[in-house]
């Protein structure tokens, strides 16, 4: 899907931005007109091929992987490579939310079931510091581009993790 590759993001968000970048500034908002991107997945039916946009399509790909416990679990379950796996998504959903609209509700329920959730957050650094960290850089990084808005108490944890997991890696120690 969509919020599986990076190249998706990269390469076609990349051009609805150029697309963007080239569009007339609207004066009642003072902003560039959006782009939008649409979506034709034919897996079925060729006669009632849908067409959704990309926003919808990220929505229900964040619901059915992502934001999904059964998903994380089967992830965590997988121990270091699933903690990466979900670390790419996490990379992803920004890169998305760069150049796309992700809501959100997604980046709150991420922040709740992978970084926040302690339990959970404690299986993911044990099986891949690495992956960890870069689940908590990328919802701070969301949030310090105003990709995503939360509370200071949400974020203030989430300082303090990235902080443990960077000395958990650099020094093999907690904080």
Same mark, same amino acid.
């Given at each position: @899907?969509?919020?599986? =590759?990076?190249?998706?993001?990269a390469?076609?968000g990349a051009?609805k931005?150029?697309?963007?970048?080239r569009?007339? =500034?609207?004066?009642s908002?003072?902003?560039?007109?959006? +782009?939008?991107?649409? &979506? =034709?997945?034919?897996f079925?039916?060729?006669?009632?091929?849908? &067409?959704?946009? &990309? $926003? $919808?399509? *990220?929505r229900?790909?964040?619901?059915?992987? *992502?934001?999904n416990p059964?998903?994380?679990?089967a /992830? =965590?379950?997988?121990?270091? @490579?699933?903690?990466y796996?979900?670390s790419q998504?996490?990379?992803?959903? &920004?890169g998305?939310?760069?150049t796309?609209?992700?809501?959100n509700? +997604?980046?709150?329920?991420?922040?709740?079931?992978?970084?926040?959730?302690?339990?959970?957050?404690?299986?993911?650094?044990?099986?891949?510091? $690495?992956?960890?960290?870069?689940? +908590?850089?990328? *919802?701070?990084?969301?949030?310090? #581009?105003g /990709?995503?808005?939360?509370d200071?108490?949400? *974020?203030?944890?989430? #300082?303090?993790q990235? /902080?443990?997991?960077?000395? /958990?890696i650099?020094? @093999?120690t907690?904080?």
């Amino acid at each position: @899907g969509l919020s599986d =590759i990076q190249e998706y993001y990269a390469n076609t968000g990349a051009l609805k931005k150029a697309a963007e970048n080239r569009k007339a =500034i609207d004066p009642s908002t003072g902003q560039r007109q959006k +782009v939008t991107i649409s &979506v =034709i997945e034919a897996f079925g039916n060729a006669e009632q091929v849908p &067409v959704k946009d &990309v $926003e $919808e399509v *990220l929505r229900l790909e964040y619901r059915s992987k *992502l934001l999904n416990p059964k998903w994380r679990d089967a /992830m =965590i379950k997988q121990g270091s @490579g699933g903690a990466y796996e979900i670390s790419q998504r996490m990379t992803a959903m &920004v890169g998305w939310a760069a150049t796309a609209e992700v809501d959100n509700f +997604v980046f709150d329920q991420a922040a709740e079931r992978y970084a926040l959730d302690e339990d959970i957050a404690a299986q993911l650094q044990k099986s891949n510091p $690495e992956a960890f960290k870069n689940v +908590v850089r990328r *919802l701070l990084e969301a949030a310090g #581009r105003g /990709m995503w808005s939360t509370d200071e108490d949400t *974020l203030s944890k989430l #300082r303090s993790q990235y /902080m443990d997991a960077d000395d /958990m890696i650099e020094q @093999g120690t907690k904080r």
